[in-house]
């Protein structure tokens, strides 16, 4: 059983940056593909973006790519989100997730965190 869990989420202003950083309790974190979604109310969870077990391969949704960036430490068991440039329709709960192949889906994914609130301010 992984378990997950996120940091980092605060209400900034639009323009402004935040990391988002998820820590693993397993050491086959290393194993696992990473990856960020997130969730407004009244609307579907959204793919963010994944990293490749090794940190070679990643992938972003088109409405955060060239602002986020995701990056990982195995030696650290931490995966993050550095969000930049952000605008209020960025607002959400932010999840991690931990799956064994690199795809957008959340019904593919095994493991998730709790959760941690971004709200960004016009």
């Known amino acids: 059983q992984v378990q997950l869990v996120e940091s980092g989420g605060r209400t900034v202003q639009a323009g402004g940056s935040l990391r988002l950083s998820c820590t693993a309790s397993?050491?086959?974190?290393?194993?696992?593909?990473m990856g960020w979604f997130r969730q407004a109310p009244g609307k579907e969870r959204e793919f963010v973006g994944l990293?490749?077990?090794?940190?070679?391969?990643?992938s972003y949704g088109d409405s955060v790519k060239g602002r986020f960036i995701i990056a990982r430490d195995n030696a650290k068991n931490t995966v993050y989100l550095q969000m930049n440039s952000l605008r209020p329709e960025d607002t959400a709960a932010y999840y991690c997730?931990?799956?064994?192949?690199?795809?957008?889906?959340?019904?593919?994914?095994?493991?998730w965190g709790q959760g941690t609130q971004v709200t960004v301010s016009s």
């Open positions: 997730a931990a799956g064994g192949i690199i795809t957008g889906a959340p019904s593919q994914y095994r493991y």
């Open positions: 397993e050491r086959t974190f290393s194993t696992l593909v």
């Open positions: 990293v490749s077990s090794g940190g070679e391969f990643k």
